[in-house]
């Protein structure tokens, strides 16, 4: 190594240590929280942009059928999430504090919340599938109704496996053990994706194949997650029967965040899914071109993602330590690496347009409404998305989760909802007056959540 290079290492190690190393985490431990996340993020996204491209195969019903229950998955699933984050930042808050014993109870607990909810959850929307459907999606066409009717039962039947999946990898954030996490996730989503490629493009099962795919490899992935914590793992130390032992004392601490996340989580998918009613009425074109610009807009939120999920460890862990100084330095120093990952990602990906159109193979008609869409995003995000959605979950690491969520909810159905169908529909402007709104709404969350972090009262919370 020359003198050049040594002196540019010392430089970039300066730099590093400056804006991502306190008293409670320095920034070789940052990275080590962070790179696994970000590996995974950027193996879940890319396994759903060829999953949707694997999809798109099998026509335009198909991708709209798998639009349409995605957004009901994700609204459903991220109620389970929700309590598990609760999990996370009460096991990051324990870990920060050193009090080990209480980070495997919290752990423990947490994963037989999440589990509760999500079996409840899947019996629930099975046995109303169909009411669901026709309340959300009557006005879609035949075939993507059945389509859409497989692919929603499927996926319920998958929801407890997920859900402990879920749990198991929020207690391993808390207490920033992101690297077997990681390899989990690789497990189940590199198997999903081949079991897809078996199902859908070999032998041609389209939905059907999706679903078959989707449930073999979330099983999988529980069964690994739990064999992992159960044999291998020192800090968490899991076992089944003393997770059938309620502590209520550590459950009302996860409820306290995880309750108020899932009410945000319910209500804010809750508009995603009656915005997405107002794009059933735009037709199966602008329904497909939606999926097909959410799959895309996704691949640009890979590191930003994966910063929204490590900043509860490194923020739980510094409030744990009762060090809040060292928490508003690491959240801004995230928010600004987030924005830079933002600008980095879109000078790398908008060259590639043409090919990722190859990959989906949409109707000519709709290609330049989807460019439209991703070049707004491209243009926003940077600014606007990461104190939109990176600064509220440091918020929650420190307990501010009521405030949060009513925010969150606000800006959604106010803007997100309300202006949406006033520009998509009211005004005529279809798919990308719905998009526009959404951006908006990004304007007016950021500018919430920056007025709220710079006063005191959110890390005020005492949980641990």
């Not at 099975?126 to 999606?137: E, G, M, Y």
């Not at 003393?242 to 899932?262: H, N």
């Amino acid at each position: 190594m020359n003198k050049l290079e040594l002196k540019m290492k010392h430089k970039s190690v300066l730099l590093l240590d400056k804006y991502f190393t306190g008293e409670s985490i320095d920034f070789k431990q940052m990275i080590t929280i962070i790179i696994p996340i970000f590996v995974d993020q950027a193996f879940l996204i890319l396994m759903s942009f060829l999953n949707t491209a694997m999809i798109s195969s099998a026509g335009v019903a198909a991708v709209s059928a798998v639009s349409m229950v995605d957004s009901l998955n994700i609204f459903l699933v991220n109620v389970f999430i929700a309590v598990a984050t609760g999990g996370t930042v009460i096991v990051a808050q324990y870990k920060g504090s050193g009090n080990i014993k209480m980070v495997s109870k919290t752990a423990t607990q947490a994963i037989t919340a999440v589990t509760l909810f999500s079996v409840l959850l899947s019996v629930i929307v099975i046995i109303f599938n169909t009411p669901v459907l026709n309340v959300l999606f009557g006005k879609a066409e035949a075939n993507v109704f059945q389509n859409a009717k497989l692919y929603l039962i499927g996926s319920c039947i998958s929801y407890p496996f997920i859900a402990i999946f879920q749990a198991v990898g929020g207690a391993l954030r808390g207490v920033g053990e992101t690297k077997p996490y990681l390899n989990l996730s690789l497990l189940m989503n590199v198997t999903n994706t081949i079991l897809n490629v078996v199902f859908i493009t070999v032998l041609n099962m389209s939905v059907k194949g999706l679903v078959i795919s989707i449930l073999l490899a979330r099983v999988l992935g529980m069964i690994a997650s739990l064999i992992y914590i159960m044999k291998y793992n020192e800090t968490i130390r899991f076992q089944i029967k003393k997770a059938l032992q309620f502590d209520f004392s550590i459950l009302k601490k996860v409820m306290f965040i995880g309750l108020p996340f899932a009410a945000e989580q319910i209500f804010f998918n809750g508009g995603k899914l009656l915005t997405q009613t107002f794009i059933v009425q735009l037709g199966t074109l602008a329904m497909t071109a939606y999926a097909i610009a959410n799959s895309i807009a996704l691949l640009f939120q890979m590191g930003p993602n994966a910063i929204s999920i490590s900043i509860v460890t490194i923020v739980g862990q510094s409030i744990g330590r009762r060090n809040t100084h060292d928490a508003r330095k690491f959240i801004k120093s995230l928010i600004v690496l987030s924005s830079i990952l933002f600008l980095a990602t879109s000078l790398l990906l908008l060259p590639f347009f043409p090919v990722m159109m190859k990959l989906f193979n949409p109707p000519a008609e709709i290609v330049p409404t989807i460019f439209t869409m991703i070049l707004l995003s491209a243009i926003a995000q940077p600014f606007l998305w990461s104190p939109s959605f990176v600064l509220p979950s440091a918020l929650r690491a420190a307990g501010d989760s009521n405030f949060t969520s009513i925010a969150s909810l606000l800006s959604m159905w106010l803007l997100r909802v309300i202006l949406g169908y006033i520009l998509g529909i009211t005004l005529g402007f279809g798919i990308i007056g719905v998009w526009v709104a959404m951006i908006v709404e990004w304007g007016v969350r950021s500018t919430i959540f920056e007025l709220r972090f710079k006063g005191k009262k959110w890390y005020t919370h005492k949980l641990v």
